[in-house]
């Protein structure tokens, strides 16, 4: 467990400094003009930057309505009979209903709850591997269809949706054996 | 669909706020005198923090976006880099015969696949800085080779699926706050995480490979009758 830690960790650390060197070293070798063709690339990064601003902005709009009308508590009493099946604490419903909505909403309740129930408990200890291991999937789907001004996004939030279903209900169940 | 998720909640939102507010005002009237600071009206009920958190909303998304531009252009410029040189090409030969069968609509040594690899890897190594630049290069990629620029690709979607249930090695926010909180072992998440990550990529993948497989059958059958 430690050693493969500190592989992980190690992996991690150099990711950045070896792609740049892969990259602008293999494209010196192939004599590139590095520089001009950086520089040409890189232009583009305003454009992309300006061109999610509407998307970004209705989906954190309607996130952000959603999240002061108190509608998560409603929807916690709605899906509670369900969540009782698989013997999941009620505690962590708010979790697994914010978690696809907000990065920095379910930061904030991931928090609160470990603070509450201390890390080391079966809700610390779920409400965090529901964190780390599911994405924030509106987020994606604003800024990645947005970045290329696609507006209809077919079947693609259904899709990660269940995706996210599928792994916090792993987490929830996998935590209970851990435990 | 998102036109459907984005309008209900929007509406619900409004309708649980006015209710909320309207059974407070009902049922416990604030006194008209308090001893301190009397909250405002906006502060006080939930039409007007919903208000309040929708205008701030639109601030954020601005900074969000702005935040990036500097980003995006780093990776942008190194990627095209790699892109000219050839590397993107010989990265994505060697992961051909995974991509063939997940992106079939894909040539095989498309840049997109370069992309969309690099993506994937940043995000299991948790370099989420990284991981957003690469995957909307890989969005444009991808967005070439789509004939109908307003709708989404089927290659586009098994790459959203991918990436929201992508699989960290390090879910390095989660363990820091763990760790942070005073936990014994904050880092004891990292095999649950990726098991369930795990399980939310095989089902993600899943559903999407069975609507697409459902999809064209639709089609043949019309296009028969």
Redesign the interface.
């Known amino acids: 467990m430690e050693t493969l830690?500190l592989i992980?960790?190690w992996?991690?650390v150099l990711?950045?400094p070896t792609?740049?060197l892969?990259?602008?070293g293999?494209?010196g070798?192939?004599k590139?003009p590095?520089y001009e063709?950086?520089?040409?690339?890189?232009?583009?990064?305003?454009e992309?930057?300006?061109k999610?601003?509407p998307y970004?902005?209705?989906?954190?709009?309607?996130?952000?309505?959603?999240?002061?009308?108190?509608?998560l508590d409603?929807l916690t009493w709605l899906a509670s009979p369900v969540t009782n099946l698989i013997g999941m604490a009620p505690e962590l419903l708010p979790m697994a209903l914010m978690r696809?909505l907000s990065g920095s909403g379910s930061?904030g309740v991931?928090?609160e709850l470990?603070?509450t129930f201390?890390?080391?408990s079966l809700i610390?200890?779920t409400a965090?591997?529901?964190?780390?291991?599911?994405?924030?999937?509106f987020y994606?789907?604003a800024?990645?269809?947005g970045?290329?001004?696609?507006?209809?996004?077919?079947?693609?939030?259904?899709?990660?949706l269940?995706?996210?279903?599928?792994?916090?209900i792993?987490?929830v169940l996998?935590?209970q054996l851990?435990f | 669909?998102?036109n459907h998720?984005?309008f209900w909640?929007?509406m619900?939102?409004?309708f649980?706020?006015a209710g909320?507010d309207i059974y407070n005002e009902i049922t416990a009237p604030p006194p008209m005198e308090t001893a301190g600071e009397e909250l405002s009206l906006n502060k006080r009920t939930?039409l007007g923090?919903?208000s309040?958190?929708?205008l701030?909303?639109?601030q954020?998304?601005?900074n969000?976006?702005?935040g990036?531009?500097?980003i995006?252009?780093?990776w942008?410029?190194?990627?095209?880099?790699?892109?000219?040189?050839?590397?993107i090409k010989i990265l994505a030969r060697m992961v051909a015969p995974i991509t063939r069968r997940l992106f079939p609509e894909i040539p095989e040594d498309h840049p997109s696949i370069g992309a969309m690899l690099?993506n994937i890897?940043?995000n299991m190594?948790?370099?989420s800085n990284?991981a957003?630049?690469l995957?909307?290069k890989a969005?444009?990629e991808?967005?070439k080779l789509?004939p109908d620029?307003?709708?989404?690709s089927n290659s586009?979607?098994t790459f959203?699926?991918i990436?929201?249930?992508?699989i960290?090695?390090?879910?390095?926010?989660?363990?820091a706050?763990?760790a942070s909180?005073?936990?014994?072992?904050?880092?004891?998440?990292?095999v649950?995480?990726?098991?369930?990550?795990t399980?939310?990529?095989?089902?993600?993948l899943t559903?999407?490979k069975l609507?697409q497989k459902f999809e064209k059958r639709k089609k043949r059958t019309e296009g028969e009758a």
């Open positions: 830690r992980i960790d992996a991690s990711a950045i792609i740049i892969l990259f602008i293999y494209g070798y192939k590139i590095v063709v950086f520089v040409e690339g890189a232009k583009e990064g305003f992309v930057g300006v999610i601003i970004l902005v209705a989906m954190l709009m309607a996130i952000a309505m959603f999240r002061a009308s108190g509608m409603i696809p930061l991931m928090s470990m603070k201390g890390p080391d610390g200890f965090s591997t529901m964190f780390g291991s599911t994405e924030t999937t994606v789907l800024v990645y269809f970045s290329v001004g696609v507006r209809k996004t077919r079947y693609a939030a259904p899709a990660g269940l995706a996210d279903a599928a792994g916090l792993t987490a996998i935590c851990w | 669909m998102l998720i984005w909640m929007i619900l939102s409004l649980v706020a909320t939930k923090q919903l309040d958190a929708a701030e909303s639109a954020t998304g601005v969000i976006s702005l990036l531009i500097g995006m252009a780093l942008l410029g190194i990627m095209k880099v790699a892109e000219e040189a050839g590397f690099m890897a940043a190594l948790g370099l990284a957003t630049p995957g909307l969005m444009e991808l967005q789509n620029k307003e709708t989404a586009m979607i959203l699926v990436n929201t249930s992508a960290t090695l390090i879910p390095a926010s989660a363990i706050i763990r909180l005073g936990s014994v072992n904050p880092q004891q998440i990292i649950p995480s990726i098991i369930a990550a399980m939310a990529t095989i089902v993600g559903t999407v609507i």
